[in-house]
């Protein structure tokens, strides 16, 4: 199995977009990306918008290759519903676009169902199924938290198994609930990609007993499962100090090799968003 992370929050854009590539099938998670709007109370820098170009191009050109889409769920930075005709001839899953979703996502995910559907040569719903493509087996979790309560709405774990059992978590945020962690301790990856609690947000949306609940969850995966790579990313990489978490996960399990999507690509971390700052005082960031 060839797992490609393609847009990252270590690459610079808000985005968890991937390319699975299998013996029988071709399959890409997620093909949003975005920039914040307001970090730092500063705009994006020019550079983030570069960025966000680039990725997006990089997006659209794996899609293309690409025989099934999933959407995890109806955040911008996880899908994009400004050009459905990447979707053309491709078999789309969903996260269910009316059930266990905040008001906001609902009519998100009625404008993209809407936009997708002249285009999409089938459109599944995912929520609590599995499905086979030849040796390929994808399965999706039932609609789990986006974090700690419902405010931020829900979204669906996938697990692909071929010769290896890829876990992608979506939004789970560490994961911050006990019914993702479940998920995956079910499942038993030995690879995952999980979006790493948003340590950034605490004193503000969260508090440090909640990042240390995330971690616990985490913990839990290691032990229970045999996986061999954690990639950890997106919401934790917003934060500048991320490695003091990674060097507390590392520990978890001896074998265990832990790193950013950008480290498993053998690239540097690029956090354009944590350096916004920098960026606008004219700092190297």
Same mark, same amino acid.
């Given at each position: 199995m060839k797992i490609l992370p393609v847009a990252f929050d270590s690459l610079g854009v808000r985005s968890m977009a991937t390319f699975v590539e299998t013996s029988d099938v071709r399959i890409f998670l997620d093909p949003g990306v975005s920039v914040s709007p307001d970090r730092y109370s500063l705009p994006p820098h020019r550079i983030e918008l570069d960025r966000h170009r680039e990725m997006w191009q990089a997006i659209t050109r794996w899609v293309e290759m690409s025989d099934i889409v999933v959407v995890t769920h109806y955040h911008f930075d996880h899908h994009n519903p400004d050009h459905p005709e990447i979707f053309?001839?491709?078999?789309? /899953? +969903?996260?269910?676009?009316?059930? /266990? +979703?905040n008001q906001s996502q609902k009519e998100r995910a009625a404008t993209f169902l809407s936009r997708i559907e002249k285009y999409a040569k089938s459109i599944s719903i995912a929520d609590g199924k599995a499905f086979s493509f030849g040796n390929a087996r994808i399965t999706f979790s039932e609609p789990v938290l986006h974090g700690i309560n419902a405010q931020l709405g829900y979204v669906v774990q996938v697990l692909i198994e071929d010769d290896q059992?890829?876990?992608?978590?979506?939004d789970v945020q560490g994961p911050l609930n006990s019914s993702?962690?479940?998920?995956?301790?079910?499942?038993?990856?030995?690879?995952?990609?999980?979006d790493g609690p948003a340590t950034y947000l605490v004193g503000s949306h969260y508090k440090k007993a909640d990042i240390d609940r995330a971690i616990d969850n985490l913990s839990g995966i290691i032990d229970k499962c045999r996986l061999t790579n954690l990639i950890i990313d997106h919401h934790l990489l917003r934060d500048l100090n991320w490695l003091t978490y990674l060097e507390v996960i590392s520990k978890c399990k001896q074998g265990l090799t832990v790193c950013s999507a950008a480290g498993y690509l053998g690239k540097e971390e690029d956090q354009l968003e944590a350096r916004r700052k920098d960026m606008y005082d004219g700092q190297p960031y």
């Open positions: 053309d001839g491709k078999d789309v /899953f +969903l996260k269910h676009p009316r059930e /266990f +979703l059992r890829f876990l992608f978590t979506s993702a962690r479940d998920f995956a301790i079910d499942m038993s990856p030995n690879v995952m990609i999980v």
